[in-house]
């Protein structure tokens, strides 16, 4: 049994009743706010709380990062990043992994509690999961995303935010989630601060919210931040529609609501440098806007702001209590809980990787056994690339030459090595937030086109005139168009940017130690033809939900070493479940078992708006070599509702509606059974 210590938010003996935790959180935080100056309350609402010595109050950041792991805190465990962790299609695995970061977390905020080290990157309150929809590949931000499916965002999302604040399964909150960034957020990042996503009802609802809603109705979450961006017109920070009408009053959420930092910023600023949106006049009135509304917290400096705005009476104090008293009562819940950490799961960055990684290609040369490799590429031995973003500092980053001179013999000359692995693909100083990069391909952190840098292209190329097969280990937190490159190698495994035992998982994936591959969260285009403007957010086109042509890997692909056929489909409409036989006829793996990911999606023959279909299930299942496992998939009618045009409202399908479930391995027609149904209503 382990248990972390917590420090209380008050620096010395009780002398008010907010002190006596033995009263309820509502009643203690009352009896604060009527202490409070209307200056004090004010300080309390930017993300860097400062003390308030008369009353015992210690200082307290509300910014901290645990993208993938505990980030911007010193050393820490770092786990593939989330499109990474996407691709395996295990959201149990998800939640396990996020419970090994709050326990990580909790250890943290004590020792920086301890040496008194109250600014950012300390605390329990952590901004993320990033829960937008990856919906273009040239976007350098995607890789902290699920993909780009709502479904799978949703449920990878839900999981992040259950293990994050209840990873001791002791019922205490061990730390406070945000869902980021509310709304339509997607790039692009060289005008992040200026950009208006115009979008059709049809798609907010049907592509951009159901993210954030299915997590707000599934969860106790308790944070969402808005975004940079504009929404048709207005500033996500600033915007009724978004914070509420949606959010407070449809949704119901009451938990907090913070700005992306310094986004504020964005509706006042007159800056040369860098565009904005210019929506206010003043600092004051874009504060009046926020605050106002229904905006709990600041992450930035606009303290004079809201002052201001208080002073000038745009906004009564009676406002700012609101908000104060939800940003208070989650402070004394979280920094006064007492979470033990028991029984943690048994997941380590190595087990999670080998989940992540997807075969494109494979020709029969994988797995690799006893053969003499020769390893090319940028990424053989970059120390750097595996973390990604957002990220700690690992006592110890495993590169693929690490990772596989561990396990193979390794030539420096490629005429005597049996095999040529190239170790290709991109790297966050390339990819990423906002980056000061503009040469060919890559803009400020996106890119301009998404095949592989021209120079690898000449070397792979280069290298299969050896005659020797070619293994690409593609690295990167986004597609890739391969089209150009794709007859140039014998096999293809998507290894992401894997986190710090990147380089051993690797090699136990070459090398068929394990047969528990993932499967593509997103499209993987053909070129960049294929692509539709990256300044347009509409769908058509987009995704494997929406794209008319056929892409060169549809979403959900992957191959595996172990031979696996479905049998026995069955629906139970009264259930609504998908039940069924998954069988492991053979495998070129090591291991006794494979696991393979078993998707459902939805095709309604009716529906006029372009979507081809919708994934609505899925399981990823261990069977095996030579038997069988069941697998039993719950449908979750939320999944089944559609846009209804006339009443701008989402809503479920007609009785007796005919309606099509596709039960197989990949988003692909090909790859999937079909059952036809009737919908039947149980209103």
């Given amino acids: 049994m382990t248990m972390y210590c917590i420090m209380p938010i008050i620096a010395f003996a009780q002398q008010y009743p907010f002190q006596d935790t033995t009263l309820d959180i509502e009643t203690r935080v009352d009896d604060l706010i009527g202490r409070l100056t209307i200056d004090e309350k004010l300080s309390l609402l930017e993300h860097q709380n400062p003390a308030i010595t008369r009353l015992g109050l210690k200082p307290y950041s509300w910014w901290n990062e645990a993208l993938h792991g ?11 990043m989330p499109i990474a962790l996407a691709a395996s299609f295990d959201s149990k695995m998800v939640e396990n992994i996020f419970s090994q970061v709050a326990a990580e977390a909790h250890k943290k905020y004590c020792e920086s509690q301890v040496q008194g080290n109250y600014g950012d990157y300390t605390g329990l309150t952590f901004f993320t999961p990033n829960i937008n929809i990856f919906r273009d590949p040239r976007w350098g931000r995607g890789m902290e995303t699920y993909g780009e499916d709502p479904y799978l965002t949703a ?51 049907t592509t951009y919210l159901p993210a954030f809603e299915y997590i707000i109705d599934h969860s106790d979450v308790k944070q969402v931040m808005c975004g940079y961006n504009r929404l048709n017109g207005s500033p996500c920070c600033t915007n009724h529609e978004l914070l509420v009408d949606i959010l407070r009053n449809k949704w119901k959420y009451d938990g907090i609501v913070v700005t992306d930092c310094w986004a504020l910023n964005d509706c006042w600023e007159r800056d040369t440098v860098i565009p904005r949106h210019k929506t206010h006049a ?45 940003v208070l009562s989650l402070r004394m819940e979280i920094t006064e809980s007492h979470p033990r950490f028991n029984n943690l799961p048994e997941i380590t960055p190595h087990d999670a990787a080998t989940e992540t990684f997807v075969l494109l290609k494979n020709d029969g ?132 940017y894997g986190g710090e035992d990147m380089g051993e998982s690797v090699a136990s994936a070459l090398a068929g130690d394990c047969d528990n591959f993932g499967h593509l969260p997103v499209t993987f285009y053909k070129s960049t033809a294929q692509l539709p403007d990256f300044d347009d957010y509409d769908m058509q086109g987009r995704t494997y939900k929406y794209m008319q042509e056929k892409p060169l890997f549809p979403f959900g692909y992957g191959l595996s070493y172990s031979d696996f056929q479905l049998s026995d489909i069955n629906f ?25 990911v078993i998707q459902v ?27 069988t496992s069941t697998f039993d998939i719950k449908i979750d009618k939320f999944w089944l509702r559609r846009f209804d045009e006339k009443t701008g409202e989402m809503s479920e399908p007609r009785n007796g509606e005919k309606l099509i479930l596709q039960v197989g391995f990949s988003s692909n027609d090909n790859d999937l059974e079909d059952i036809t149904i009737k919908y039947k209503s149980r209103k």
């Fill in 70 to 80: 505990i980030g911007r805190n010193g050393t820490a465990t770092v786990w593939p």
């Fill in 155 to 205: 449920k990878m999302g839900a999981a992040c935010v259950g293990g994050l604040q209840h990873g001791s399964n002791d019922g205490s909150l061990t730390a406070a989630a945000c869902l980021k960034h509310f709304a339509v957020h997607s790039g692009p990042e060289g005008t992040r601060h200026q950009f208006d996503a115009n979008i059709s009802q049809r798609d907010l609802w």
């Fill in 282 to 326: 003043t600092a004051a009135l874009a504060a009046s806007d926020a605050f106002g509304s229904e905006v709990d917290l600041e992450c930035g400096s606009g303290l004079q702001a809201l002052k201001t705005a208080v002073d000038s009476g745009y906004i009564h104090e009676s406002k700012i209590d609101e908000h104060l008293r939800r």
């Fill in 365 to 496: 040369i994988l797995p690799i056994d006893g053969k003499r490799i020769y390893l090319a590429g940028p990424n053989a031995n970059d120390t750097l690339m595996p973390l990604g973003n957002y990220n700690g500092t690992p006592l110890h980053t495993s590169t693929i030459l690490e990772g596989l001179s561990q396990r193979f013999v390794i030539s420096k000359n490629a005429n005597d090595a049996a095999i040529i692995v190239y170790a290709g693909g991109l790297n966050p100083q390339l990819e990423g937030e906002e980056l000061p990069i503009d040469i060919p391909g890559f803009h400020k952190g996106d890119r301009t086109r998404i095949e592989l840098p021209d120079n690898q292209i000449d070397e792979i190329k280069q290298l299969k005139k050896l005659g020797k097969p070619v293994v690409l280990l593609l690295c990167s937190g986004s597609a890739i168009a391969l089209e150009n490159i794709i007859d140039e190698t014998n096999a293809i495994m998507v290894c992401w």
């Fill in 572 to 596: 139970d409409k009264r259930e609504m479940r998908i039940t069924g036989t998954i069988s492991n006829n053979g495998t070129k793996a090591k291991c006794k078992s494979g696991k393979s």
């Fill in 601 to 627: 999606y939805i095709k309604n023959p009716n529906d006029k708006s372009g979507l081809q279909k919708s994934l609505i299930g899925m399981q990823k299942i261990e069977v095996p070599v030579g038997g």
